[in-house]
């Protein structure tokens, strides 16, 4: 069963930064074969899209207009993890944060495709 782990979450004041990074905890997956999401779920509301960053390339990247111009992200398919770059952060961001994989390369930016999922960190952004 492959599992995939996020770290880097946190509490932050408005306007700074942090940098979420998941990997997969079993040593025979790699993630160059799938399409890495990111996704983020608030208390009361439905999962929703942040990012996400197409199979082996990296190089086609999604985000949501929430956060584009402020969230990165990145893979390194070498190291077989993928980064989100969190920075300008509002308080509005507040979320448990999701990494997810998927074989897909289209409708990647809802959470149908992705098929393996991680257990989530906390963001937290204080005003």
């Known amino acids: 069963q492959v599992q995939l782990v996020e770290s880097g979450g946190g509490l932050v004041q408005a306007g700074g930064s942090l940098r979420l990074s998941c990997a997969p905890s079993g040593r025979t997956f790699s993630i160059s074969s799938y399409t890495m999401g990111w996704f983020r779920q608030a208390p009361g509301k439905e999962r929703e899209f942040v990012a996400s960053?197409?199979?082996?390339?990296?190089?086609?990247?999604y985000y949501a207009d929430s956060v584009k111009g402020r969230f990165t992200i990145s893979r390194d398919n070498a190291k077989n993890t993928v980064d989100l770059q969190m920075n300008s952060l509002k308080p509005e961001d507040t979320a448990v944060y999701y990494c997810?994989?998927?074989?897909?390369?289209?409708?990647?930016?809802?959470?149908?495709?992705?098929?393996?999922w991680g257990q989530g960190t906390q963001v937290t952004v204080s005003s």
């Open positions: 960053a197409i199979s082996w390339s990296g190089a086609i990247t």
């Open positions: 997810a994989a998927s074989p897909y390369r289209e409708g990647v930016t809802t959470t149908r495709p992705y098929v393996y």
